[in-house]
């Protein structure tokens, strides 16, 4: 059974840095794009970066570009979301997804998350 597992939420201050981790199991973890997502109560869900499958290559939302750091550890079949200079805007459930397609689909198969506060 493939699964996605997220860890490394928290309460951080604002301005601080957290980095979240996304283990996989029960598929093959190089074949496949891995995307961060988040969605904060009342608002919709939104795409924040995407790594390649193919040869890494990195995307990512106008709101964490420049803050924000996606990376993957083919060995490990764990992908990374280094997140710096967080803001109050970023609380939200962050989660991740993978698709064999591109970065630019509708990803469907997630994990059920992990929870970010940033507050003081």
């Known amino acids: 059974q493939r699964q996605l597992v997220e860890s490394g939420g928290g309460l951080v201050q604002p301005g601080g840095a957290l980095t979240l981790s996304c283990a996989a199991s029960g598929f093959t973890w190089n074949y496949y794009h891995i995307a961060w997502f988040r969605q904060a109560p009342g608002k919709e869900r939104e795409r924040l970066s995407c790594i390649s499958a193919i040869d890494g290559t990195t995307y990512y939302a106008d709101s964490v570009k420049g803050r924000f750091t996606i990376s993957r550890d083919n060995a490990k079949n764990t992908a990374y979301l280094q997140m710096n200079n967080l803001k109050p805007e970023d609380t939200a459930l962050y989660y991740c997804?993978?698709?064999?397609?591109?970065?630019?689909?509708?990803?469907?198969?997630r994990g059920q998350g992990t929870q970010v506060t940033v507050s003081s």
């Open positions: 997804a993978a698709d064999r397609s591109s970065c630019f689909v509708t990803f469907n198969f």
